[in-house]
C-alpha cells in the first residue's frame, strides 16, 4: 500500500500540504480531486520521492520512501501532469521501452511491454515514430504508455484526460478497468470526474492541502459541488 502520514510541504512560506493522512490500499482506485492549488500534484509527487517532506512520512509497501527510492520508483508509477517532462528518447518506441531496459528485462519482454502499451493508447504500430512529431495529445497518450510499461504496483496519473479526444479517452479509460481488475492499484488526479468515478473505490477530495472529503463515489456526490467540484452526470 501507499501510507501518508502527517505529511507537510512548503513551498517558501506556503504550506501545500499540511498535516495529511492518506492510505492507499492494494489494489484499491482512488479518485484524488480538489481546486487548482488544493495540494494534488504535491501529494503524489511524494510517493515516488520527487518530491520530499517538510514534516511527516510517507512509505511505499511498507518501506519508507526516504530509505530505498529505487523500490518506491519501482512500485510507483507515474504520468505528470504535464507529459512532455518525461519523455526521454527520440522515437515512441524507444522512450516506451527505456523504463523496462531500467529494470534489466530480457528484450523478449521488454517489446512485448512496448506493444502492450502502445496498443492500450492506440499508439500500436508507431514504434519508429519521432516524439517531437507527435501532437499535444499523442505526447500524453505516449506518456502513460510508458508508465504501464513498467507495469507497476501502483500508477498515478496527474490529469490524465487532458488532451485526448473521445477515442483515446475511452482507451485509456478501458486499459484502467484492466488495471484494476489485475489488482494494480490507481490514484488518478482529475478535475473531470467523467467516467473515472465508476472506476473508483473512494473519492479523496483536497482543500488548502488537507482532506476535506473521504469517502464512496456514492457517498461523496452530495457534496461535491460544497467543495468547488463539479460532480459527474451520472452524480
Known amino acids: 500500500m501507499i501510507r501518508v502520514d502527517g505529511l507537510v510541504h512548503r513551498y517558501g512560506d506556503t504550506t501545500a500540504v499540511d498535516e495529511l493522512d492518506v492510505t492507499i490500499?492494494?489494489?484499491?482506485?482512488?479518485?484524488?480531486?480538489?481546486?487548482?492549488?488544493?495540494?494534488?500534484?504535491?501529494?503524489?509527487?511524494?510517493?515516488?520521492?520527487?518530491?520530499?517532506?517538510?514534516?511527516?512520512?510517507?512509505?511505499v509497501n511498507g518501506t519508507p520512501v526516504s530509505e530505498n527510492l529505487v523500490a518506491a520508483r519501482t512500485a510507483v508509477a507515474m504520468v505528470f501532469q504535464h507529459p512532455e517532462d518525461q519523455l526521454v528518447a527520440a522515437t515512441v518506441g524507444a522512450d516506451v521501452a527505456f523504463g523496462p531496459e531500467n529494470l534489466g528485462l530480457a528484450r523478449d519482454e521488454i517489446d512485448r511491454r512496448v506493444r502492450d502499451s502502445l496498443a492500450a493508447v492506440n499508439l500500436d504500430g508507431r514504434e519508429d515514430e519521432r516524439v517531437d512529431a507527435l501532437s499535444g495529445g499523442e505526447v500524453e497518450r505516449l506518456a502513460i504508455a510508458g508508465a504501464l510499461a513498467m507495469e507497476p504496483d501502483h500508477l498515478v496519473l496527474d490529469e490524465p484526460f487532458t488532451g485526448l479526444d473521445e477515442p483515446a479517452r475511452q482507451s485509456v479509460l478501458a486499459r484502467l478497468r484492466e488495471?484494476?481488475?489485475?489488482?494494480?492499484?490507481?490514484?488518478?488526479?482529475?478535475?473531470?470526474?467523467?467516467?473515472?468515478?465508476?472506476?473508483?473505490?473512494?473519492?479523496?477530495?483536497?482543500?488548502d492541502g488537507r482532506v476535506a472529503l473521504d469517502d464512496t463515489p456514492e457517498n461523496a456526490s452530495d457534496r461535491l459541488a460544497d467543495l468547488g467540484i463539479r460532480p459527474p452526470p451520472s452524480c
Open 25 to 59: 490500499d492494494d489494489g484499491e482506485c482512488v479518485v484524488l480531486a480538489g481546486a487548482n492549488g488544493s495540494g494534488k500534484t504535491t501529494l503524489v509527487r511524494h510517493f515516488n520521492g520527487l518530491l520530499e517532506p517538510d514534516e511527516g512520512s510517507v512509505s
Open 179 to 207: 488495471l484494476r481488475e489485475s489488482g494494480t492499484s490507481l490514484v488518478v488526479v482529475t478535475h473531470d470526474l467523467r467516467d473515472v468515478t465508476e472506476l473508483a473505490d473512494r473519492v479523496v477530495v483536497l482543500s
